[in-house]
Every structure is written in C-alpha cells, then in structure tokens.
C-alpha cells in the first residue's frame, strides 16, 4: 500500500483513513508492506509518530527506515517511511537511494525470501506508441501553455522542473494511456 499525506492534512483523520483500508486488507496470510510519504518525522520523538506506531504496531507492522530521507542544506527529516511484519521477513534490507529527481531520496525494500504465487496468468501493461499517438502527443504539447511551467516567477529550478514535468506527463499519458493484458500461461 502507498499512501501520501500532505504536511498540512490531519493527522487524526490520516489515521482514520489509514486504519480502515488497513482492515479492509488485513488478515493472518496477506503480506502487507505500507510505504510513503507521512509527513510525520521518525527521526525525533513526537505524538503523530508514537500515534502512527500504534496504529500500524497492532497490524504487526513496524518502521524499517532509520536513516534521514529528505535532506536539504540545513536540515534532515525522516519523513518517508516503510511498514513491514519484521517477524515474517526477517532478512529484509533496506536502502537509500539518492536519484536526483526530488529532494526526497528513494527506499529500496529488498526481501529475499519473498515468493509470489503464480496463478497461470499474467498481467502485462504497455503503452501504445504509433504514427497516430505520436503525431496527437506532438499536437497537444504544442497546444500547451508552456508559461504555467515558470509560474509566479519562481527562479527555483526544482519547481520549475516539477512544473515542466507535470504538464509533460499529464500529455504524455493522456497520448499514451497504459493498456492491460492478461497472457495464460503454462505452470
């Protein structure tokens, strides 16, 4: 499950929510791992994280993440975290990766002993890319108003790639809407 809560939502109704897709989910044999951004930081002792332990410690669900996560210049916050059952996979490693695109770093969960079972089918997703979706992308693109990118003349490179990004996403899979399909296989 990944969730996202805004630095400003509440706290109370976040756990809420939280708590009531959990159970939707929760049962003795499903393997829930919980992952995101909570805006509630691990790295100092507070009441929105002892409330969040709770919560997620009575699933069998503990924080693996113990090292910062969001840096900048003057500060380091822990803020993004992983929610694993620690008795269910207990050679689990977890890892910081700096990619450069956010002023969050990236947590790679590896568990080893992990098995997905294989119904004798599988899910495949594709973009389709031809003359028709390329020629509509390139069409919508140039419709676009590219002055919303540097917005309130904002001179931060960050937000201004962020904006560029959002609009060219927003194109890019409207052009090229992701398409399922179910392939049987041989067990």
């Known amino acids: ?8 939502g509440d706290v109370t109704y976040f756990l809420n929510a939280l708590e009531i897709a959990i159970d939707q989910l929760y049962n003795n044999i499903t393997n829930i791992i919980i992952c995101g951004d909570f805006s509630i930081n691990y790295l100092s002792d507070n009441k929105n ?9 009575s699933y069998n669900l503990y924080s693996i993440i113990e090292f910062p996560t969001r840096t900048n210049n003057t500060t380091s916050t822990e803020i993004d975290n992983v929610f694993i059952n620690k008795f269910k996979h207990e050679n689990y490693k977890i890892y910081s990766l700096i990619n450069g695109l956010s002023d969050h770093d990236a947590q790679i969960l590896r568990l080893p002993d992990t098995s997905i079972p294989n119904n004798g089918n599988e899910l495949h997703t594709y973009r389709e890319i031809n003359e028709y979706s390329l020629n509509e992308f390139q069409i919508n693109l140039s419709h676009e108003i590219w002055k919303n990118v540097f917005s309130n003349n904002d001179k931060n490179t960050n937000i201004i790639f962020n904006n560029f990004l959002d609009t060219f996403l927003k194109r890019f899979n409207a052009s090229f809407p992701v398409k399922k399909n179910t392939i049987k296989t041989s067990s």
Request: no cysteine; aromatic share 6%; proline share 6%.
């Open 1 to 8: 499950m990944a969730v996202y809560r805004s630095p400003t």
């Open 49 to 57: 994280k002892q409330e969040l332990n709770s919560l997620l410690n």
